[in-house]
């Protein structure tokens, strides 16, 4: 059974320039997570998608961050423009979700952008 | 708030050594308690979790981990470490009594495994 596939797998912009990542989750799998992980630091929750929908968006910094999941399978996030800031890894990860909430996430290899 | 305290930025333990990578946690209710580790430029893997029930619970690759209640710990352990185990570990936890609150990450612990 393939994985969580995010691509690509490294990102180098200039600050100011448009990026977006991709995410394929687990088929089956109805939630799916984009997290942002920061050098030495644990993953951080951006958004969680229940199917198509964006049940908890929070931590996503709304003014340069977007994200969608039109046909409740892949996703993308956006960001734009990007920051110095921005420079780390993003995660995807997807769950079966459907209410139970001791449920496993699966995560992708992830994509390390770099912002110059 | 639910956090995650991983008080060791670095374990070293020689092969054939038991290992131990320490968790606590905070939550207003109960939790759930969840072992991630992560190979360089690879994504997070699932080892195991605890939900109810046992508070022993065992993994992937031999791991186990120890729910202790009283201390708020959740300590990841192995009875004899190999080189290949040499990674980084995460604990992480979710407020079971909270709805869908988040998975909330700790700092991550680096294991490494000396031959």
């Known amino acids: 059974e393939a994985g969580v596939v995010q691509s690509p797998r490294y990102k180098i912009i200039e600050k100011k320039q448009p990026v977006a990542f991709w995410c394929n989750p687990i088929s089956g799998h109805n939630t799916l997570y984009w997290y942002r992980q920061n050098l030495g630091q644990g993953p951080e929750l951006l958004i969680r998608y229940e199917n198509e929908e964006a049940v908890d968006d929070s931590q996503l910094p709304k003014d340069r961050f977007s994200a969608e999941r039109l046909k409740g399978v892949d996703s993308t996030l956006k960001i734009q423009p990007a920051e110095l800031g921005d420079s780390a890894v993003y995660l995807c990860a997807s769950s079966l979700g459907q209410g139970i909430d001791s449920d496993t996430q699966y995560f992708g290899p992830g994509t390390r952008l770099t912002v110059l | 708030a639910q956090s995650v305290a991983q008080p060791e930025d670095q374990v070293n333990v020689a092969e054939g050594n038991p290992l131990t990578v320490k968790c606590t946690y905070s939550v207003s209710g109960n939790p759930y308690l969840f072992w991630y580790v992560q190979y360089p430029n690879r994504g997070l893997q699932f080892l195991l979790k605890y939900i109810t029930g046992d508070n022993l619970v065992k993994g992937s690759y031999g791991f186990e981990a120890e729910f202790n209640k009283s201390q708020t710990s959740f300590h990841l352990k192995k009875p004899s470490a190999l080189v290949s185990d040499s990674a980084l570990y995460f604990c992480?936890?979710?407020?079971?009594?909270?709805?869908?609150?988040?998975?909330?990450f700790g700092k991550g612990t680096r294991l490494s495994v000396i031959a």
């Open positions: 992480a936890v979710r407020d079971r009594s909270s709805g869908n609150t988040p998975l909330v």
